[in-house]
């Protein structure tokens, strides 16, 4: 395809300019601010125009010329496929217009269809990509890197901002946000998780509350089953309890007739007791005026007087025998007090017996004496023997020292002279130790002493002799009994003097008891005179039978007047016999009663109403139990829990949930399939290009650069384009190693490589805005040789500043600045 | 008696699990309950002699205790009403007779003399000598198959009204159903009224003589619903039959087509349904048609963003990426042609419709992401 005129009106610096343009290469030259770049920009605004235009859109705005109050309008008429066609985009009516064979189409779709037809199916962004170079974009590259994005994003067939690298990427986050915490814990759970979390959560709480719902509908129908059964008891038991209390009814006035029947019996016969006490009572008192009036207090004087004078005839009568007996014991006491004073002994023998006694004692004393002092004389006439025997020894031994000391003193030595005077001094010792008394006269002291003991003991023996003589005359066996005898004879003596006068006083009292007794029986029997004929009686025992037959009387009549009292209490027979009266009256009513209908078939045998207690106790129990069960069921249908709206309420939330869920995996399955076409669909397109893309590039940049770099590779995934070069024998680094103009170069290749790749039929125009500015004259001159070959298959616009290709230009353009 | 009012409604289903509506079902259950209070309402207000429930007034055979509860309590404000309001109670499809269970529970027959429970094996008939009329009724029997609720109802012809409950489906060609009649069983009953029930929307089943009429639940009961929250008050005698069609719902629903063409992101979708707000509205909206490459509409954000606008709210996304906008990149050669290519093979080879779902939502991804245009960000 080729431009072979454009047309434009209010584009920019244009108000209105039109250009013929030839095939091949076409040089349009100018300075800065001449409008090539606006032409290159007005080219890719006709022929690929947006499908819809923002007129509000700033840079649409800013392509109207100033000062214009209109839209632009671009005209361009081109050769394609051996046709000619007239291309019109007024922007101001926003419409277009293709003429083409005569025919003039105004159909914006059917246009664009036609245009796609042509044009290939490319968009303007593989057009900008490949086929048009602009300028800014090569100025503003800072890096290779940023050249290489571009690229890449080109190649794979991104928009204006997204490469398929990138896209891939943010795929790649989109699914770690959705999958977050799907197989792997997070803090923070992805919609996923989140979502499958709160379905776990929903089917845990359905789980636990389906069953105690579903519990909780049985309890309820039992509950009901069970209110109902328990109607049913609670009706039976009512009508059992109801017989019951009739039966007990019954029961409680047969009760109460055999009450009233026995109670009327007991009236009755109180009524006929209390009559035949009254008729006694009667007779009791007619027989009373009978019998002599004696009153109670008389009876009993009459009672006591004749007891008293049978008392004090008996006393009168005792007294007199006691008196009698007393004379008798007076003269036996008389007897023994003569005897008593014969049997007292001689006073004389008793003093004989003391004065003998009294001398033995000191016989017996002196010769105790007399014997201490023999027994003194003997000892001391032994020490005296004792003493004279050892000085007779020492003066012994005195001697013999002394002789021996003299003769060796005078022979042996002066010092044994010394022995002698040891001699000496033991007979000095000798002589001072000697007895005070003499042998003999220690001797005769002793003898006297025996003698005088000897005497002595002789005549206490004849002392002795002489009191037994004593004692034995006296009768006693000793001095002492001697003495109690004599005392005892005394002291009988005047006991029997004080008996004496003693019963003779008694038997004088006697008397005189025996004679008071009798006047006061005197008295009495005057008094029982008085009684006897006040009571009509003739004794005195047949006094007291008339005060007993008088006292029974009265008794009787008493006892007969109080048991009547007894049986009528308060009342009078009156009373009594209308009580009676009264109570028979109920008696039959009662009976009555008991025959009423609503007690008939009330009369149960024991058996029957024992089958009817053990009936209510049964029933009672059933009721019981089924209160229980009832209590039960209620607490079961009355579980707090037990809430079917919540039940169903959560059964939809995970119905709901389930839904999300699913949505959820089918966005995320979405998402992953994307990811995994585009990144097959990545891989393989650059794969593609990148295989035609390498030599060609390569080819192209070694022209460029004499031949210096031939060999590129580009990266299949980031599509970073590498240089090898032979003189360093490796990678060059593009950023730090190469010139700027060699790094255009590079990409430079690249695009014109890419252009050929895609555009390898029916070419569009080829736009380049001074791609070579930078570049030396050798390789500037290499440069325009590849672009003119390049302009043999299409057509070339070069918008640049310089002359230097007008030489090669099938067509010289020049735009100034006005 | 001259005329006889009835208020007849169906299908209450008092507390039904709706597992559609995630978590604004409890609150349709409210609302559910809060209707069926307005039918009792209008049974007092109208005067009414005889409230007709033609089957599942309850959701299930074994409804929990405080359903029940709720049920006899408002039940119990008819009969206590003075005079008070007979009721006849149908068991459904939901709350089918067994012997022994719910509609034989001491509860149940403590309602009083009043209530009457058209239960048991066969139909039954039961007469209402202060209405001069007679009910006819067969109870959905528990597990039984092809059930034929009017073949055994015939009028009585000595009794001036005679009124039928059924509780099934109108044969159709494309409705199996265990309890079904069709238009000749209608017409055959011979009843002065007939009051069916088991269609969720308001139907009219006239045939000959015979008006028929399925009320319909007295509130709506999910997105699909359409024609319901409606009662019938029927007035009896004078030799003709009349139905007045009462609304007692209050919320409604409705279902809006979205082509996502004419979308251009999840923003729009957003203001689209924002057009319809109405916090008694339960809406469903499928965005369908195709999604321009690279246009990603987020349907569970729309749906998160708007919920509170509407009682409920459900958007299904029913899009497929315009593959053929795609024909120019698939050939480019380039990254985003490859990948376009990619994924229109797995759509192609996608073996169920989530496989299929998955690979569209991956193109669209994949087109937004590599034109820029959004995609996650």
Not at chain 1, 474 to 484: E, K, M, P, Q, S
Not at chain 1, 672 to 679: G, K, N, Q, Y
Not at chain 1, 741 to 768: F, G, H, K, N
Request: proline share 3%; glycine share 6%.
């Amino acid at each position: 395809m080729i431009l072979t005129r454009l047309r434009l009106q209010r584009f920019r610096c244009f108000r209105d300019a039109s250009w013929e343009f030839a095939p091949g290469l076409n040089v349009i030259r100018g300075p800065n601010e001449s409008g090539k770049s606006t032409m290159r920009e007005a080219i890719v605004r006709l022929l690929f125009a947006e499908k819809k235009v923002d007129t509000r859109d700033s840079q649409f705005l800013a392509c109207t010329s100033w000062d214009c109050q209109r839209q632009f309008v671009l005209e361009g008429e081109l050769e394609a496929a051996g046709r000619r066609l007239m291309l019109t985009r007024d922007f101001e009516s926003q419409g277009i217009e293709l003429c083409m064979d005569g025919d003039a189409l105004t159909d914006e779709g059917r246009v664009r269809e036609r245009l796609s037809e042509l044009l290939q199916p490319w968009s303007r962004e593989v057009y900008e990509t490949t086929a048009c170079l602009r300028q800014q974009e090569f100025a503003r590259l800072d890096g290779g890197e940023r050249v290489s994005e571009l690229l890449q994003q080109r190649l794979a067939g991104p928009g204006a901002e997204a490469g398929a690298q990138s896209v891939i990427g943010e795929l790649d986050d989109a699914l770690e946000d959705i999958n977050r915490g799907v197989s792997r814990p997070a803090k923070h759970l992805g919609p996923i998780a989140s979502t499958m979390s709160r379905i776990d959560d929903l089917e845990a709480q359905v789980a636990h509350l389906r069953p105690i719902v579903s519990a909780a509908q049985d309890a309820a129908e039992r509950l009901e089953q069970l209110r109902d059964r328990r109607k049913d008891v609670e009706r039976e038991l009512e009508e059992r309890r109801h017989l019951q209390e009739r039966v007990q009814r019954r029961r409680e006035l047969e009760e109460e007739l055999a009450d009233l029947t026995r109670r009327c019996g007991e009236l009755e016969k109180r009524s006929r007791q209390a009559r035949e006490l009254q008729q006694r009572i009667s007779r009791l008192e007619q027989r009373l005026e009978e019998l002599p009036d004696i009153s109670p207090e008389r009876g009993q004087e009459a009672r006591e007087l004749v007891r008293d004078l049978d008392e004090a005839a008996r006393a009168a009568e005792t007294a007199e025998e006691e008196a009698k007996g007393l004379a008798e014991d007076a003269e036996q006491a008389e007897q023994r007090l003569v005897a008593a004073r014969e049997h007292v002994p001689d006073e004389s023998l008793l003093d004989r017996a003391e004065d003998l006694q009294r001398e033995v004692a000191a016989t017996e004393t002196e010769c105790g004496v007399l014997a201490e002092e023999v027994e003194a004389a003997a000892e001391q006439r032994a020490s005296v023997e004792r003493t004279s025997g050892r000085q007779r020894l020492r003066y012994l031994l005195a001697v013999v020292l002394v002789v021996a000391g003299a003769v060796l003193g005078a022979l042996v030595s002066p010092w044994l002279a010394l022995v002698a005077l040891a001699g000496a001094g033991i007979f000095l010792w000798a002589s001072l130790g000697g007895p005070r008394m003499s042998v003999p006269e220690a001797r005769r002291r002793h003898e006297e002493a025996r003698t005088r003991l000897e005497d002595l003991q002789r005549h206490l023996s004849t002392t002795r002799e002489e009191l037994a003589a004593a004692l034995e005359d006296a009768g006693a066996r000793d001095v002492d009994a001697l003495r109690c005898h004599l005392r005892d004879a005394r002291k009988a003596v005047e006991d029997a003097v004080e008996v004496h006068a003693r019963v003779q006083g008694q038997a004088e009292s006697a008397i005189d008891s025996a004679e008071r007794h009798r006047e006061r029986i005197e008295g009495l029997e005057t008094q029982l005179q008085v009684a006897l004929k006040r009571a009509d009686a003739q004794s005195s025992e047949e006094l007291l039978e008339q005060v007993e037959r008088v006292a029974n009387a009265r008794d009787e009549l008493e006892s007969a007047r109080s048991e009547l009292k007894g049986l009528l209490g308060d009342s009078t027979l009156k009373e009594l016999e209308d009580d009676f009266s009264a109570l028979n009256a109920d008696r039959m009513g009662t009976a009555e009663a008991l025959e009423a209908p609503e007690l008939a078939e009330t009369d149960l045998t024991p058996e029957e109403y024992q089958a009817l207690l053990s009936r209510i106790a049964e029933l009672q129990e059933q009721a019981s139990a089924l209160d229980e069960e009832l209590d039960e069921a209620r607490r079961a249908a009355e579980h707090p829990e037990a809430d079917p709206e919540r039940l169903r309420s959560l059964e939809e939330q995970l119905v709901a949930a389930r839904r999300r869920l699913e949505r959820l995996e089918e966005q995320r399955d979405a998402l992953a399939l994307t990811r995994e076409l585009l990144d097959r669909a990545h891989r393989e397109t650059v794969s593609v290009a990148i295989d035609v893309l390498e030599p060609r590039t390569g080819d192209l940049l070694s022209e460029l650069t004499c031949g210096r770099y031939g060999e590129v590779t580009f990266d299949r995934s980031t599509l970073e384009p590498a240089i090898h070069s032979s003189e360093k024998g490796g990678e060059v680094d593009i950023d730090s190693e190469l010139s700027c103009a060699t790094r255009e170069q590079v990409y430079l290749a690249a695009r014109l490589a890419l252009t050929s790749l895609v555009w390898p039929d029916e070419r569009p125009p080829i736009l380049l805005d001074d791609p070579m500015v930078n570049f030396d004259a050798t390789r500037r001159q290499e440069a325009l040789g590849i672009i003119r070959r390049l302009a043999e298959d299409a057509q070339v616009l070069l918008f640049t500043c310089y002359d230097v290709y007008d030489h090669a230009a099938a067509r010289v353009i020049e735009l100034s600045l006005d | 008696m001259s005329t006889v009012r009835i208020v007849h409604t169906a299908d209450v289903h008092l507390d039904a699990p709706n597992a559609e509506l995630g978590e604004r079902a409890a609150a349709l259950r409210r609302a559910t309950r809060e209707a069926f209070t307005r039918v009792i309402d209008l049974c007092l207000e109208r005067d009414a002699h005889l409230l007709i429930v033609a089957g599942d007034l309850f959701n299930q055979a074994r409804p929990d205790a405080a359903t029940i509860d709720f049920a006899l309590g408002q039940l119990r404000r008819l009969t206590e009403a003075s005079p008070p309001v007979a009721v006849a109670l149908l068991p459904g499809t939901h709350d089918c007779w067994r012997e022994g269970a719910l509609w034989d529970s001491p509860r149940m027959r403590a309602l009083g003399d009043s209530v009457h429970a058209l239960c048991g094996p066969e139909a039954v008939t039961i007469h209402l000598p202060q209405l001069d009329l007679a009910l006819h009724g067969c109870a959905h029997l528990c597990g039984r198959e092809r059930q034929r609720p009017l073949s055994g109802l015939r009028p009585e012809a000595d009794l001036p009204l005679n009124v039928g409950v059924a509780h099934g489906s109108m044969e159709r060609g494309d409705v199996a159903d265990s309890s079904m009649f069709d238009a000749e069983e209608i017409a055959a009953t011979g009843m002065d009224y007939l009051a069916l029930g088991h269609w969720h929307s308001w139907t009219d089943h006239t045939a000959g003589d015979v008006v028929a009429i399925n009320p319909g639940s007295p509130e709506i009961d999910g997105f699909a619903q359409r024609d319901a929250g409606a009662v019938a008050v029927v007035t009896l005698g004078e030799g003709r039959t009349r139905v007045e069609r009462v609304t007692v719902g209050a919320l409604r629903g409705e279902q809006v087509a979205i082509d996502a063409g004419e979308l251009g992101g999840t923003e729009d979708l957003v203001t689209r349904i924002r057009e319809h707000a109405n916090d008694g509205l339960l809406l469903h909206v499928t965005v369908g048609g195709l999604a321009a490459p690279g246009v990603l509409i987020d349907v569970q954000a729309a749906q998160e963003r708007l919920a509170d606008e509407f009682f409920a709210l459900r958007i299904v996304d029913d899009t497929h990426p315009a593959i053929e906008d795609l024909e120019g990149v698939a050939a480019d050669g380039l990254a985003l042609g490859r990948f376009v290519e990619l994924a229109r093979e797995r759509i192609q080879a996608a073996g169920d419709e989530r496989e299929r779902r998955v690979a569209e939502r991956a193109l669209q991804i994949g087109v937004a992401m590599l034109r820029g245009e959004g995609g996650l960000r």
